[in-house]
């Protein structure tokens, strides 16, 4: 799939197309309309593989989105230099139309939903020799637009739902959480009932139907509905993807580059390294991640983004069945002590960051001493090891807490760990306190891959007061978090002005 994703000189043929005709005062010969270009199968091919493109653009998965999921988390804060991007992770909001922390993000979420509706408006006319095909187009299309709606709903919570292409002088209306929600689900269960159980080789890392049952239990999760994500994940169990998927035996296979697309991967995002062009719309545009770039050690990369001291103090409260260090820790923290307790370095050199701690998943220290803007890590967006972690969450909240030990037993016995019940044999069936506990394995597991910002919404634990004060002793940056406010971010300004269908999000 990362040699089809290649060609993207549709994106500027659709960038174009999204001008309304009485501004293109002169036709360019060199460059075909809308209504020129959805005619063919190859044409339907094209328009979805332009969505997949959207992955690569720094408002999104490029860049900027981890500062928001994984820096404002108590995982991680900034102490870059550009203090306004810093601001943006400590919940320091003054100007609402700061370009890389709000505007991108939210102009390249619409401008992905804007090629999915593309998608599903003009392939529907398009005569197939395969329907089963011209029906998968179409589900990938609701499955993408689903998902960056997913975190549009992580981000801002109450945005404008748009299901058709859209010109420059539309005003659609916001529409509250709970609607968005709703369509999410719609695009995720149309998308279900059509994306099959696993592609052929030249397609890998499209959407099965394993990633379609995550992102709905993802959905329902979030909105605490609780047996309706059972209902998603039981496919992994119980379902038609039993037995599919699996723990690698190396837990860093999950980060490198060397074992992509593996029996743990569930949904990735493809990255490559072969075009090192800019981040705009022509055929040699990058599809690579700039995220090594912005979170290497000073000396290496630009340290915009670093890692809270607690987590290497919770991976070090519990030694394995050999008495060893949880070897999760040696994969997922540069820290003070890496080289003492592991024999590592780092990129190649000694210690030399002082009391710093960098996020090391995805970083490329494995076979080179540098970073650049071209990391090719695929990002995995949803991991077997998260699966198996949200199912027992789940039977938890339904009160089946005795069943969920199982499912948070597997992860652990990976990394040498003793079965949950014998290291902690106080939680017994309390449903709070194995609650507690999960909230910890979560972050052992699945530190820095974006899911803790959801994961922090989804507990309640930004709702209150209380409860912001117990992350403050671990993030100090929550000291600024205001409830109520904070949970959401601002709508850009100039969306709000622009638009008098839109109102500025609660507190700001």
Same mark, same amino acid.
């Given at each position: 799939?990362?040699?089809?994703?290649?060609?993207?000189?549709?994106?500027?043929?659709?960038?174009?197309?999204?001008?309304?005709?009485?501004?293109?005062?002169?036709?360019?010969?060199?460059?075909?309309?809308?209504?020129?270009?959805?005619?063919?199968?190859?044409?339907?091919?094209?328009?979805?593989?332009? @969505?997949?493109?959207?992955?690569?653009?720094?408002?999104?998965?490029?860049?900027? $989105?981890?500062?928001?999921?994984? %820096?404002?988390?108590?995982?991680?804060?900034?102490?870059?230099?550009?203090?306004?991007?810093?601001?943006?992770?400590?919940?320091?909001?003054?100007?609402?139309?700061?370009?890389?922390?709000?505007?991108?993000?939210?102009?390249?979420?619409?401008? !992905?939903?804007?090629?999915?509706?593309?998608?599903?408006?003009?392939?529907?006319? @398009?005569?197939?020799?395969?329907?089963?095909?011209?029906?998968?187009?179409? !589900?990938?299309?609701?499955?993408?637009?689903?998902?960056?709606?997913?975190? *549009?709903?992580?981000?801002?919570?109450? $945005?404008?739902?748009?299901?058709?292409?859209?010109?420059?002088?539309?005003?659609?209306?916001?529409?509250?959480?709970?609607?968005?929600?709703?369509? $999410?689900?719609?695009?995720?269960?149309? !998308? %279900?009932?059509?994306?099959?159980?696993?592609?052929?080789?030249?397609?890998?890392?499209?959407?099965?139907?394993?990633?379609?049952?995550?992102?709905?239990?993802?959905?329902?999760?979030?909105?605490?509905?609780? &047996?309706?994500?059972?209902?998603?994940?039981?496919?992994?169990?119980?379902?038609?993807?039993?037995?599919? #998927?699996?723990?690698?035996?190396?837990? &860093?296979?999950?980060?490198?580059?060397?074992?992509?697309?593996?029996?743990?991967?569930?949904?990735? @995002?493809?990255?490559?390294?072969?075009?090192?062009?800019?981040?705009?719309?022509?055929?040699?545009?990058?599809?690579?991640?700039?995220?090594?770039?912005?979170?290497?050690?000073?000396?290496?990369?630009?340290?915009?983004?670093?890692?809270?001291?607690?987590?290497?103090?919770?991976?070090?409260?519990?030694?394995?069945?050999?008495?060893? %260090?949880?070897?999760?820790?040696?994969?997922?923290?540069?820290?003070?002590?890496?080289?003492?307790?592991?024999?590592?370095?780092?990129?190649?050199?000694?210690?030399?960051?002082?009391?710093?701690?960098?996020?090391?998943?995805?970083?490329?220290?494995?076979?080179?001493?540098?970073?650049?803007?071209?990391?090719?890590?695929?990002?995995?967006?949803?991991?077997?090891?998260?699966?198996? %972690?949200? #199912?027992?969450?789940?039977?938890?909240?339904?009160?089946?807490?005795?069943? *969920?030990?199982?499912?948070?037993?597997?992860?652990?016995?990976?990394?040498?760990?003793?079965?949950?019940?014998?290291?902690?044999?106080? @939680?017994?069936?309390?449903?709070? *306190?194995?609650?507690?506990?999960?909230?910890?394995?979560?972050?052992?597991?699945?530190?820095?891959?974006?899911?803790?910002?959801?994961?922090?919404?989804?507990?309640?634990?930004?709702?209150?007061?209380?409860?912001?004060?117990?992350?403050?002793?671990?993030?100090?940056?929550?000291?600024?978090?205001?409830?109520?406010?904070?949970?959401?971010?601002?709508?850009?300004?100039?969306?709000?002005?622009?638009?008098?269908?839109?109102?500025?999000?609660?507190?700001?």
């Amino acid at each position: 799939m990362k040699n089809l994703l290649k060609i993207q000189i549709l994106l500027t043929v659709m960038l174009v197309s999204s001008c309304s005709e009485d501004l293109l005062d002169v036709p360019n010969p060199n460059t075909l309309t809308a209504d020129e270009f959805w005619q063919s199968e190859e044409d339907a091919r094209l328009g979805v593989n332009a @969505i997949y493109a959207m992955f690569y653009k720094p408002g999104l998965w490029s860049r900027w $989105i981890y500062f928001r999921l994984d %820096l404002t988390s108590d995982e991680g804060f900034s102490t870059s230099p550009w203090l306004e991007l810093g601001d943006w992770t400590r919940f320091q909001y003054i100007n609402y139309n700061f370009w890389e922390g709000n505007v991108q993000t939210w102009r390249d979420t619409y401008k !992905a939903v804007w090629r999915c509706n593309q998608v599903l408006a003009n392939v529907p006319d @398009i005569e197939f020799t395969n329907p089963e095909e011209k029906e998968r187009i179409l !589900a990938q299309a609701k499955f993408l637009r689903a998902l960056h709606y997913y975190y *549009a709903a992580i981000m801002w919570e109450n $945005i404008p739902i748009v299901l058709e292409p859209s010109s420059p002088e539309d005003l659609p209306e916001q529409r509250p959480l709970e609607e968005l929600w709703e369509q $999410i689900e719609l695009d995720l269960t149309e !998308a %279900l009932a059509v994306l099959p159980v696993e592609w052929d080789a030249a397609n890998v890392g499209r959407p099965t139907k394993g990633a379609v049952n995550a992102f709905l239990a993802r959905t329902y999760m979030q909105q605490r509905k609780w &047996q309706d994500a059972k209902q998603a994940l039981d496919y992994f169990f119980v379902g038609e993807g039993t037995g599919k #998927y699996r723990l690698v035996q190396n837990f &860093q296979d999950n980060f490198t580059h060397y074992n992509e697309n593996n029996s743990e991967s569930v949904f990735e @995002i493809q990255f490559s390294d072969v075009n090192k062009g800019g981040d705009g719309e022509g055929p040699n545009a990058t599809m690579s991640t700039n995220r090594p770039q912005f979170f290497a050690p000073n000396g290496i990369g630009w340290a915009d983004g670093q890692a809270r001291p607690w987590i290497v103090d919770e991976f070090k409260k519990e030694l394995t069945t050999d008495g060893e %260090l949880d070897p999760r820790l040696r994969y997922t923290l540069f820290y003070p002590d890496l080289e003492a307790d592991f024999g590592d370095n780092v990129y190649g050199r000694s210690w030399n960051w002082g009391n710093n701690i960098y996020f090391r998943k995805y970083a490329r220290d494995y076979f080179r001493e540098n970073e650049d803007y071209f990391a090719q890590n695929n990002f995995r967006m949803v991991r077997y090891a998260d699966i198996l %972690l949200m #199912y027992a969450e789940v039977l938890n909240e339904l009160g089946q807490t005795a069943e *969920a030990y199982a499912y948070v037993d597997e992860v652990r016995a990976r990394s040498n760990m003793r079965p949950l019940a014998e290291a902690y044999p106080q @939680i017994g069936n309390d449903r709070m *306190a194995f609650l507690e506990r999960l909230k910890t394995e979560r972050t052992l597991e699945l530190f820095s891959e974006s899911v803790r910002w959801p994961d922090l919404k989804r507990w309640g634990d930004l709702e209150s007061q209380g409860g912001v004060d117990q992350i403050a002793v671990r993030d100090p940056d929550f000291n600024n978090y205001i409830v109520g406010r904070s949970i959401r971010l601002p709508i850009p300004q100039t969306e709000v002005e622009n638009n008098p269908n839109l109102n500025q999000n609660p507190g700001y």
